[in-house]
Every structure is written in structure tokens, then in C-alpha cells.
């Protein structure tokens, strides 16, 4: 299983961004998706997160700017940012809790960070 994340930039606040989360290989079932971030001399943190009854759960300080949402055509989870704040600079990550075939348990994977700075 592999993630494979794109779209982080370089945007003036008030901007905005689209994170997209290709993930790909052999699997029986995705429990969940995310996003998260970390940033600059900070612990990481959720984002936004999907499960695999839809339900979805945001960061506070991100409700009502960003959306988190599943192209089952594309295979992918993207993150689509508006008004973006320059609190909102941070390295995202994408996550997927993965059943394998013939596992009976799930696994974490994570794709590379993508970079995303916002100035003021």
C-alpha cells in the first residue's frame, strides 16, 4: 500500500489550496483516512479525519475553512483549504488505516509530507 500525497505550496493569506491523497496497491478495505500536519517547532496534529461509516472530524481552528472529502474515482482523499491562515504553515500529511488480505488486523500508513506555507 502506498500514499502519495501532492498539492502543498506557497499561498498569501486569505489564499487557497488543494492537498490530494493517491493511494494505491492491494488491500480489503480502508477503515479510515486523514490528514495531519506538523507544524514549525510543534507536536503533529489531526486535521481532518474520515471514517469508514463517513463520519468526519475536524481541527477546531480549520472547521468551517477546510474540507476533507474522498474521489472514490481517483482513489484518493484530498484536503481543500480556503482562507488560509498563516497559523496554517505546516508540513500535512496523509493517513490511511489499511486492512491487508489474509491480515486480521489493520495498519497505519503514512505518504510523504507536503509542504504548505501561507504569509501574511
Known amino acids: 500500500v502506498q500514499l502519495q500525497a501532492s498539492g502543498g505550496g506557497s499561498v498569501q493569506a486569505g489564499g487557497s489550496l488543494r492537498l490530494t491523497c493517491t493511494i494505491s496497491g492491494t488491500y480489503r478495505q480502508i477503515n479510515s483516512v486523514g490528514w495531519y500536519r506538523r507544524p514549525p517547532r510543534k507536536q503533529r496534529e489531526l486535521v481532518a479525519s474520515?471514517?469508514?461509516?463517513?463520519?468526519?472530524n475536524y481541527l477546531e481552528s480549520v472547521k468551517g475553512r477546510f474540507t476533507a472529502f474522498i474521489d472514490a474515482d481517483e482513489n484518493s482523499l484530498n484536503l481543500q483549504m480556503n482562507n488560509l491562515k498563516p497559523e496554517d504553515s505546516a508540513v500535512y500529511y496523509c493517513?490511511?488505516?489499511?486492512?491487508?488480505?489474509?491480515?486480521?488486523?489493520?495498519?497505519?500508513?503514512w505518504g510523504q509530507g507536503t509542504q504548505v506555507t501561507v504569509s501574511s
Open positions: 474520515i471514517s469508514g461509516d463517513s463520519s468526519m
Open positions: 493517513n490511511a488505516e489499511v486492512e491487508l488480505l489474509g491480515s486480521p488486523t489493520s495498519q497505519n500508513y
